[in-house]
């Protein structure tokens, strides 16, 4: 329990720091920008209080957003992606089965379920903040190729990371 | 009632997602529309600090460019300086000159904080209201003009840069003096902006300075950029123009605040005219 407690505070420091002091400098062709924060929402473990969930996504959130000057926005977006979360599990992951408190990562959940989840999961943070952050529609289609080309970026970067802290023999 | 208690918990992720959802929503809609300095932007304590750190390690990196900007910067000002003159009058008598008041003051301040890939970009720099820095000063560097003072602390300020969708900044084309005002266009490119509302009876031509003009915040004359295609995108009255900006935004060092000394007087006369 304090391990899960640890790494998680651990992961949501160091993800603010890749965030904010690497990944804002990054954007290729003004059009793909990597959000690799949100990987921190998609981390926590299973059994985590629903209200403990949408408190940790919106405080994520608004600390993203004190470094990128648009309050509200980022707290928004991971808000939402917090529910979709909740959604997403209830229906593909059944409750009971596991012994130890699983999460749900790469190494213990397998490749194919964590790259739906992921993905689905990241387009919808992405197609809200952006449309939310540009908010006119005379601007649809701009904002539509951001929303792909980002989304593919930040589930990359995800995969990435998961390979790299991946631990074998957790699951039999 | 406890009907309603049992529906709320079993359904507590949907509720719990309505009162986040709106709490931050109403928190960005709030802060959009008023435009307040809110504590949450990148001149509070902590994310100034932090920021101020990593800008530091950034700009050990680029003291090359910066010497090299240095060190054009001084060659043209010592070409301005007396003694680069001949002097072909024999005898000069010193007179103190009181035609000039000094009417625009300069800041030196350093960026430490900037963006350009985004909708509407801000920057940060490191002076603020105790270095007399006030809201609604122009920022411009040594190649061109780089924004407006929107947000003051102590220490620091968030400068609306240029490329943000409600920065308009009053224009002319430097030879024939048609008045337009500048915008950043909707391709979000930083090194493009649109020239707009110049009446289409000017004949501009390729490559021609824009400059600012005596109507806005800046001193006349200070360079934006150089037009360089004429299409007219929505035409009608008024031509359009694409114009490549002088100033670099992705490599923006150092910037001076420009105090204007008589905008106060100027507001002030011109807000008696509207009561009237």
Redesign the interface.
């Known amino acids: 329990m304090t391990r899960t407690i640890l790494i998680n505070f651990m992961r949501f420091i160091a993800l603010i720091f890749v965030q904010?002091?690497l990944l804002?400098n990054i954007?290729l062709y003004?059009l793909s920008?990597p959000y690799l924060y949100i990987l921190f929402i998609l981390l926590l473990p299973f059994e985590i209080p629903?209200?403990l969930l949408?408190?940790l996504?919106?405080l994520m959130?608004?600390i993203i957003?004190?470094?990128?000057?648009?309050?509200?926005?980022h707290?928004?977006a991971?808000?939402?992606l917090?529910?979709v979360r909740?959604?997403f599990i209830s229906i593909t992951v059944q409750k009971d089965g596991f012994d130890n408190d699983p999460e749900p990562t790469l190494s213990i959940m397998g490749f194919r379920w964590f790259f739906t989840y992921a993905l689905i999961l990241t387009m919808f943070h992405h197609f809200f903040l952006f449309n939310?952050?540009?908010f006119r529609w005379?601007?649809i289609q701009?904002t539509f190729s951001r929303f792909i080309l980002s989304s593919l970026f930040t589930v990359f970067l995800m995969l990435v990371s998961g390979l790299l802290f991946f631990r074998r023999k957790e699951r039999k | 009632m406890r009907n309603l208690l049992i529906f709320i918990t079993k359904y507590n992720a949907f509720f719990l997602f309505i009162i986040f959802e709106v709490s931050a929503l109403l928190i960005y809609i709030k802060y959009n529309s008023f435009q307040k300095a809110t504590f949450i932007n990148s001149a509070n304590q902590v994310t100034g600090n932090l920021y101020a750190r990593a800008d530091e390690l950034n700009s050990y990196l680029s003291l090359r460019d910066a010497n090299e900007q240095l060190a054009k910067e001084n060659a043209a000002l010592r070409n301005q300086l007396k003694s680069s003159f001949y002097v072909d009058t024999l005898a000069k008598q010193k007179v103190t000159d009181t035609v000039y008041k000094q009417q625009y003051e300069y800041t030196l301040a350093k960026v430490i904080n900037n963006s350009v890939n985004k909708r509407d970009n801000y920057i940060t720099i490191n002076r603020g209201s105790k270095e007399g820095i006030a809201k609604n000063m122009g920022v411009i560097c040594a190649d061109g003009v780089v924004g407006i003072v929107m947000y003051v602390s102590d220490h620091l300020a968030v400068v609306q840069s240029l490329l943000h969708k409600d920065t308009h900044i009053s224009a002319m084309l430097a030879d024939n003096h048609a008045i337009g005002s500048l915008i950043w266009g909707d391709d979000l490119d930083p090194h493009k902006a649109l020239l707009v509302n110049i009446t289409n009876n000017v004949k501009p031509r390729m490559g021609e300075l824009v400059v600012t003009s005596g109507y806005s915040l800046f001193p006349a004359g200070v360079p934006l950029g150089k037009v360089v295609n004429l299409h007219t995108k929505s035409g009608g009255f008024f031509l359009n123009m694409e114009v490549a900006l002088s100033v670099d935004f992705s490599k923006l060092q150092y910037v001076n605040v420009v105090n204007n000394k008589y905008a106060q007087q100027q507001a002030d006369l011109e807000a008696q005219e509207k009561q009237e």
């Open positions: 904010v002091f804002k954007t003004n920008i629903n209200a949408f408190a996504a919106f959130g608004i957003d004190a470094f990128y000057d648009t309050p509200g926005l707290a928004s991971c808000v939402l917090a529910f909740i959604l939310l952050e540009v005379s601007e701009y």
